[in-house]
Nanobody, 122 residues
């Protein structure tokens, strides 16, 4: 089970940190990803981190502003979002996949959290 939290309403330029706790039969270490889905749009890749945290992949739209990290001792993955823009407004989902390599496709992930809403006002 994946539980995402930390969303909220912020102004453009602000920061938020999302957390995703992995529990139950889907406990880490897994490759973990973050995705987002804006209204009337398809779910899109934000970033992913491998099991050790040594490899991190980002979408071009967030590279340099967002940072993914993980604490395997706490079974938690984080998404630090800085310099937020109105176009970052979406429901953010964490996801987990078996294997060793990061992936950017929705279909590559086996488990999904319920999502947390991030709203960025201009």
């Amino acid at each position: 089970q994946l539980q995402a939290s930390g969303g909220g309403l912020v102004q453009a330029g602000a920061s938020l940190r999302l957390s995703c706790v992995v529990s139950g039969r889907t406990k880490s270490p897994f490759v973990m990803g973050w995705f987002r889905q804006a209204p009337a749009k398809e779910r899109e890749f934000v970033g992913a981190i491998n099991r050790s945290g040594g490899r991190i992949q980002y979408a071009d739209s967030v590279r340099g502003r967002f940072t993914i990290s993980r604490d395997n001792a706490k079974d938690t993955v984080y998404l630090q979002m800085n310099s937020l823009k109105p176009e970052d407004t979406a429901v953010y989902y964490c996801a987990a996949r078996r294997g060793y390599f990061t992936g950017s496709a929705v279909g590559e992930y086996d488990y999904w959290g319920q999502g947390t809403l991030v709203t960025v006002s201009s």
